[in-house]
């Protein structure tokens, strides 16, 4: 199961924590991805962390604003933003990828992830 949370209504400018909590499995195997959905758009790539935690990938315009870190102890993977925009409001999914495989093609591809949580909405207010 892959439940998020930490979504809501900030103003520009502002920062965001989303926490990705994961039950069942072998969380300190399992690679995790963040993806988001805007309106009337597709679902994008925005962050991925390796299960080692040494692998860490981001799409170009969250580089620098976002960071994603993992608890292996809690289950738990988070996205920290800062600096949002109203370019950033969108649904924001949690993904896994429970297999050996990643690398920076892997992570920012949504076939390669196989479970998935129901998102949770960002709304950034300018």
Same mark, same amino acid.
């Not at 979504?7 to 069942?24: N, P, R, T």
């Not at 289950?75 to 649904?91: C, H, I, R």
């Given at each position: ?41 597709? !679902?994008?790539?925005?962050?991925? *962390? ?12 969250? !580089?620098?604003?976002?960071? *994603?870190?993992?608890? =292996?102890?809690? =289950? ?20 896994? !990828? ?29």
């Amino acid at each position: 199961q892959v439940v998020e949370s930490g979504g809501g209504l900030v103003q520009a400018g502002d920062s965001m924590k989303l926490s990705c909590v994961v039950s069942g499995g072998t969380f300190s195997s399992i690679h995790v991805g963040w993806f988001r959905q805007a309106p009337g758009k597709e !679902r994008e790539f925005v962050a991925a *962390i390796s299960a080692s935690s040494t692998g860490l990938y981001y799409e170009d315009s969250v !580089r620098g604003r976002f960071t *994603i870190s993992r608890d =292996n102890a809690e =289950n738990t993977v988070y996205l920290q933003m800062n600096g949002l925009n109203p370019e950033d409001s969108a649904v924001y999914y949690c993904a896994l !990828r429970p297999r050996a495989y990643f690398n920076s093609a892997w992570a920012s591809t949504e076939g390669a992830y196989e479970y998935w949580g129901v998102g949770t909405q960002v709304t950034v207010s300018s």
